[in-house]
């Protein structure tokens, strides 16, 4: 049971350039979650899915796309990658929303130059 | 938005040291979670609580809704439990549509 892995771990990217980051959950999950967390800051919420086939926009959307073809994966894209967006990345997941506990990844740190 | 706020916001104490970390919040909540992030990064649960206390070990949590306040308490503390704690409520109080984090509180506990 690897519970949520994040792939790449690390991942430099110049100004432009496009990358899709993948969170695999193999707990049966229902709802999963994009965060960004930067310095000084509280995690934040980029994209989130209540299902498969299902996205929504959370606190920092603009830059991101997200897709959730298959219940066990969630992609978040950028498709044309910002300085603005170097920061470290988590997905987390769980069964029935924030009401219970969260399971999250080791984090994909990710620096555009 | 909820909002959230902790205190301390860095914290340095010695071996043994009876630890309180403080959380507050704007908007009525189903639940508050309190997590660790270790100096590696990962994050890990803690606690979720939507009343009264929860205890793990030598940790203690505790929750005041009325008061939209909570508490994290560390007993006999142990230079491993230095990390980053973090506080975390549903982002528009409850439902499925994610967390809203604390900035955290960093803690060293020295031996």
């Known amino acids: 049971n690897a519970g949520v892995t994040q792939t790449p771990k690390f991942r430099v990217l110049k100004t432009g350039q496009s990358m899709t980051l993948l969170c695999a959950q193999d707990m049966n999950h229902e709802y999963m979650y994009w965060y960004r967390q930067d310095p000084g800051m509280g995690l934040r919420l980029i994209h989130y899915?209540?299902?498969?086939?299902?996205?929504a926009k959370g606190e920092v959307p603009d830059g991101y796309n997200v897709s959730r073809l298959k219940k066990q994966n969630f992609l978040l894209g950028l498709e044309s990658a910002a300085p603005s967006q170097t920061s470290v990345y988590f997905c987390?997941?769980?069964?029935?929303?924030?009401?219970?506990?969260?399971?999250f990844g080791p984090g994909t740190r990710l620096t555009v130059t | 938005k909820n909002e959230v706020e902790q205190s301390p916001q860095n914290l340095t104490a010695q071996e043994g040291e009876f630890i309180t970390i403080n959380c507050s919040y704007s908007?009525?909540?189903?639940?508050l979670h309190w997590l660790q992030q270790h100096p590696g990064g990962g994050i890990v649960s803690l606690f979720m609580?939507?009343?009264g206390k929860k205890k793990h070990g030598r940790l203690i949590a505790t929750i005041n809704i009325q008061e939209k306040h909570s508490s994290l308490h560390i007993t006999a503390s142990h230079p491993r439990d230095s990390a980053v704690y973090i506080c975390?409520?549903?982002?528009?109080?409850?439902?499925?549509?994610?967390?809203?984090f604390g900035k955290g509180t960093h803690l060293i506990i020295q031996p």
């Open positions: 975390a409520v549903p982002y528009s109080g409850g439902g499925a549509d994610g967390l809203t």
């Open positions: 899915s209540v299902g498969e086939g299902t996205t």
């Open positions: 908007v009525g909540i189903s639940a």
């Open positions: 987390a997941s769980s069964f029935t929303g924030t009401s219970e506990y969260g399971y």
């Open positions: 609580l939507s009343s």
